[in-house]
């Protein structure tokens, strides 16, 4: 098992010089999963965030191998370098072996990449599937996107007279990727860097797909103090919001427990897409955002306590 | 020496992606193309190629796929036609401006709506924009050679651009010609390996493919990505006349069909070039003089040898089996546009035909040369073949 000292002193995949946003989460969460990986590897990246900021012509903020594409394909584009690293490896044309990454937000993973990433799974291609997850689409300002939770405010589902914001909960992306019946599929999250780099290597290590979403909360679009980024990530957890957990094989283990769940409150409060839910007339809101936390946490308790395979 | 053999469009084009052997094929069934990709992978089961086979789950996949092989070093490929390359456009877009050596066939075939299968060139017709290599093929026998042209004009390092080769839906990708196929070993020895400088996979030297540029660089990436298209119809002549030497045919920017003293001409693309040849041979015979001209390169447009080309004739009727709503039809366009400049201008007429795969014959294309010869043209008004009005 690694130490965070270890992992920190290995040679940054993504160097100084970006232009993320003060407080963003995004660096530190892909510096810790390539940190995990033994072989070289390949990114190919989504358009969004990450995308934008780390390679701005004629600078490159990468030193290791990237593409970007468009928008919805980094699943596709990923299966093309992993099938050409096949094609030279039976044709003796190369001998080190490479993990190839595929990494895009939310709405290039949730919303309109979904079908290469399905059809790269069920292909199985041999590549790990990160989603940075800022519940949005906060390169181009804070609209809605499939991973929205519900009674967030976003500028294309604002909360207004008669508007709570977004109507729908978020789609589950962790059990349908494990639908595909992928070896590896886990949740984790930007504070608790040690459990999502245990999460990569072992995503690194199986034979097949894997994929591990990654909470990231946004600064920028969801209001709040730079310096709070952990701080949120680490309430979503423990609030059950954002549970940690894997699913390994079909079986699901719940990494993080907390002792005493705290209110959805405490997660809610002091960011700016939920400040409608404050307001009197908006009480059932949270309360409703409460009792859907507790039943999703209740039901993964009773799928891992099963064993049943997923 | 070479092999003959009874092979239709898309057996030809696979037969041609089987001498490549390329390291990645990613397949998505698409008619007409879907012969193409389903013999390749007969190719692939039966191991007679190296190829890594992706069946992929869509045309916009299919492509993104191919670039990623690609932009890791791999020789990569897939085919498509119609709707699918309209799906794909976005990386139809995209993927010249990575300046990779992409090679893919398409098959002509009406866009949507209402739905056609069958051939016309509306789908290619409107990538004209794009940035990539486009070569136009009569016949089984074109489209075979032009897949290994066209391989070694999108790597060759003046150009790196991808290009499509195109063949008519159904008539030429499924109809079953005679087929002169070069040996294995001299295919494999003409296309050599493909050598990238730069390269994913070469992890030792990491490099940053699709960067984000803004209006400080954008528009000089894409000047560069002009000039490389420029390249491309030098490259397509050279690379053209080292073919030549294994097939004895000839491969021009046009070809010119018993043009020398003719006094009207038509230009057409594709397999009606190989109507227009029987209606010009007949009419030759009756004493009229007149000819063909056929685009085989048709991006890079030769504007400067089809201007010299034209300026020989009295009246040139432009076909053109797509329309552009609201403007001249491309191929016309394309005419139009090399004439400007010239003091000697043929008259124009511009015809459109054959849409959703409607036959034109013969008899279609002599009435064309003898309206042509008439004088009855009109260079600013569209007139239809077969059109039921």
Same mark, same amino acid.
């Given at each position: 098992?690694?130490?965070?000292?270890?992992?920190?002193?290995?040679?940054?995949?993504?160097?100084?010089?970006?232009?993320?946003?003060?407080?963003?989460?995004?660096?530190?969460?892909?510096?810790?999963?390539?940190?995990?990986?033994?072989?070289?590897?390949?990114?190919?990246?989504?358009?969004?965030?990450?995308?934008?900021?780390?390679?701005?012509?004629?600078?490159?903020?990468? =030193?290791?191998?990237?593409?970007?594409?468009?928008?919805?394909?980094?699943?596709?584009?990923?299966?093309?370098?992993?099938?050409?690293?096949?094609?030279?490896?039976?044709?003796?044309?190369?001998?080190?072996?490479?993990?190839?990454?595929?990494?895009?937000?939310?709405?290039?993973?949730?919303?309109?990449?979904?079908?290469?990433?399905?059809?790269?799974?069920?292909?199985?291609?041999?590549?790990?599937?990160?989603?940075?997850? =800022?519940?949005?689409?906060?390169?181009?300002? =804070?609209?809605?996107?499939?991973?929205?939770?519900?009674?967030?405010?976003?500028?294309?589902?604002?909360?207004?007279?008669?508007?709570?914001?977004?109507?729908?909960?978020?789609?589950?992306?962790?059990?349908?990727?494990?639908?595909?019946?992928?070896?590896?599929?886990?949740q984790a999250a930007v504070h608790n860097l040690l459990d999502l780099y245990n999460k990569a290597k072992k995503g690194f290590e199986v034979d097949g797909p894997s994929f591990l979403a990654v909470f990231q909360p946004c600064t920028t679009n969801w209001h709040y103090d730079p310096s709070l980024t952990i701080q949120y990530s680490k309430l979503a957890a423990e609030t059950n919001f954002w549970p940690l957990y894997e699913i390994e094989n079909g079986k699901v283990k719940i990494n993080y427990k907390p002792k005493e769940r705290k209110p959805i409150e405490e997660f809610l409060k002091g960011q700016g897409r939920f400040r409608h839910l404050f307001k009197p007339e908006n009480?059932?809101?949270?309360?409703?955002?409460?009792?859907?936390?507790?039943?999703?946490?209740?039901?993964?308790?009773?799928?891992?306590?099963?064993?049943?395979?997923? | 020496?070479?092999?003959?053999?009874?092979?239709?469009?898309?057996? @030809?084009?696979?037969? @041609?992606?089987?001498?490549?052997?390329?390291?990645? #094929? #990613?397949?998505?069934?698409?008619?007409?193309?879907?012969?193409?990709?389903?013999?390749?992978?007969?190719?692939?089961?039966?191991?007679?190629?190296?190829?890594?086979?992706?069946?992929?789950?869509?045309?916009?996949?299919?492509?993104?796929? #191919?670039?990623?092989?690609?932009?890791?070093?791999?020789?990569?490929?897939?085919?498509?036609?119609?709707?699918?390359?309209?799906?794909?456009?976005?990386?139809?877009?995209?993927?010249?401006?990575?300046?990779?050596?992409?090679?893919?066939?398409?098959? &002509?075939?009406?866009?949507?709506?209402?739905? &056609?299968?069958?051939?016309?060139?509306?789908?290619?017709?409107?990538?004209?924009?794009?940035?990539?290599?486009?070569?136009?093929?009569?016949? @089984?026998?074109?489209?075979?050679?032009?897949?290994?042209?066209?391989?070694?004009?999108?790597?060759?390092? &003046?150009?790196?651009?991808?290009?499509? #080769?195109?063949?008519?839906?159904?008539?030429?990708?499924?109809?079953?010609?005679?087929?002169?196929?070069?040996?294995?070993?001299?295919?494999?020895?003409?296309?050599?390996?493909?050598?990238?400088?730069?390269?994913?996979?070469?992890?030792?030297?990491?490099?940053?493919?699709?960067?984000?540029?803004?209006?400080?660089?954008?528009?000089?990436?894409?000047?560069?990505?002009?000039?490389?298209?420029? &390249?491309?119809?030098?490259?397509?002549?050279?690379?053209?006349?080292?073919?030549?030497?294994?097939?004895?045919?000839?491969?021009?920017?046009?070809?010119?069909?018993?043009?020398?003293?003719?006094?009207?001409?038509?230009?057409?693309?594709?397999?009606? @070039?190989?109507?227009?040849?029987?209606?010009?041979?007949?009419?030759?015979?009756?004493?009229?003089?007149?000819?063909?001209?056929?685009?085989?390169?048709?991006?890079?447009?030769?504007?400067?040898?089809?201007?010299?080309?034209?300026?020989?004739?009295?009246?040139?009727?432009?076909?053109?089996?797509?329309?552009?709503?609201?403007?001249?039809?491309?191929?016309?366009?394309?005419?139009?546009?090399?004439?400007?400049?010239?003091?000697?201008?043929?008259?124009?007429?511009?015809?459109?035909?054959?849409?959703?795969?409607?036959?034109?014959?013969?008899?279609?294309?002599?009435?064309?040369?003898?309206?042509?010869?008439?004088?009855?043209?009109?260079?600013?008004?569209?007139?239809?073949?077969?059109?039921?009005?």
């Amino acid at each position: 098992m690694a130490t965070i000292q270890e992992i920190v002193s290995k040679e940054k995949p993504l160097v100084s010089g970006h232009r993320m946003c003060a407080g963003c989460g995004i660096p530190p969460i892909v510096n810790t999963i390539i940190s995990a990986s033994d072989k070289p590897v390949v990114i190919a990246n989504a358009t969004g965030c990450l995308e934008v900021t780390s390679t701005i012509y004629p600078f490159t903020a990468w =030193n290791v191998p990237w593409i970007h594409l468009t928008f919805e394909n980094a699943a596709a584009v990923a299966a093309g370098i992993e099938t050409a690293l096949r094609a030279f490896r039976k044709q003796g044309k190369i001998d080190t072996d490479v993990n190839i990454i595929a990494i895009g937000g939310d709405g290039g993973t949730y919303d309109i990449g979904f079908q290469a990433l399905s059809g790269a799974l069920e292909r199985r291609h041999k590549f790990m599937y990160v989603v940075y997850d =800022n519940q949005g689409y906060m390169n181009t300002g =804070n609209q809605r996107s499939g991973a929205t939770p519900f009674g967030a405010s976003t500028t294309t589902v604002p909360s207004g007279r008669v508007s709570i914001g977004k109507p729908q909960w978020r789609k589950n992306i962790v059990e349908i990727v494990a639908a595909h019946r992928v070896p590896y599929a886990a949740q984790a999250a930007v504070h608790n860097l040690l459990d999502l780099y245990n999460k990569a290597k072992k995503g690194f290590e199986v034979d097949g797909p894997s994929f591990l979403a990654v909470f990231q909360p946004c600064t920028t679009n969801w209001h709040y103090d730079p310096s709070l980024t952990i701080q949120y990530s680490k309430l979503a957890a423990e609030t059950n919001f954002w549970p940690l957990y894997e699913i390994e094989n079909g079986k699901v283990k719940i990494n993080y427990k907390p002792k005493e769940r705290k209110p959805i409150e405490e997660f809610l409060k002091g960011q700016g897409r939920f400040r409608h839910l404050f307001k009197p007339e908006n009480k059932h809101v949270i309360e409703e955002m409460q009792k859907m936390v507790d039943e999703e946490w209740e039901r993964l308790l009773k799928l891992e306590e099963s064993g049943v395979q997923l | 020496m070479a092999k003959l053999k009874p092979l239709t469009g898309a057996q @030809a084009t696979a037969e @041609a992606m089987r001498q490549i052997n390329p390291d990645v #094929v #990613v397949a998505y069934p698409i008619t007409p193309q879907t012969p193409i990709v389903e013999f390749f992978a007969q190719f692939v089961a039966d191991g007679v190629v190296d190829t890594e086979m992706v069946p992929i789950e869509s045309e916009h996949s299919a492509l993104s796929a #191919v670039v990623g092989a690609s932009a890791a070093g791999a020789r990569a490929m897939c085919a498509t036609s119609s709707q699918g390359l309209a799906l794909m456009w976005e990386i139809v877009a995209a993927a010249p401006g990575l300046r990779l050596p992409i090679v893919m066939p398409v098959v &002509n075939r009406a866009l949507s709506a209402p739905i &056609n299968i069958h051939c016309d060139h509306s789908d290619t017709m409107g990538t004209l924009t794009l940035g990539w290599v486009q070569i136009y093929s009569e016949n @089984a026998q074109e489209a075979y050679e032009n897949m290994l042209l066209a391989l070694r004009i999108a790597e060759h390092p &003046n150009v790196l651009l991808p290009v499509m #080769v195109m063949q008519d839906g159904f008539i030429t990708s499924h109809g079953v010609e005679v087929v002169k196929v070069l040996e294995d070993e001299e295919v494999k020895k003409f296309i050599s390996e493909r050598k990238p400088d730069r390269y994913l996979l070469n992890v030792k030297n990491p490099y940053t493919v699709g960067p984000l540029a803004l209006p400080d660089y954008y528009f000089e990436v894409k000047r560069q990505q002009e000039v490389a298209i420029y &390249n491309a119809k030098d490259v397509y002549l050279e690379v053209g006349e080292e073919l030549s030497k294994l097939t004895g045919n000839k491969y021009p920017l046009f070809e010119e069909y018993r043009t020398e003293d003719a006094e009207a001409v038509i230009v057409a693309l594709s397999s009606t @070039a190989g109507t227009a040849k029987d209606a010009v041979d007949e009419m030759r015979e009756q004493g009229y003089k007149v000819g063909l001209i056929k685009p085989k390169l048709f991006r890079p447009f030769p504007y400067k040898e089809m201007r010299e080309t034209l300026e020989r004739f009295k009246v040139v009727g432009v076909l053109d089996r797509s329309i552009a709503f609201g403007a001249y039809a491309p191929v016309y366009s394309e005419i139009r546009n090399a004439l400007y400049e010239s003091d000697k201008k043929p008259k124009l007429q511009s015809y459109i035909y054959g849409l959703g795969g409607r036959d034109i014959f013969k008899t279609d294309i002599k009435k064309v040369f003898e309206e042509l010869l008439s004088g009855n043209v009109d260079s600013q008004t569209q007139r239809y073949i077969g059109l039921r009005e």
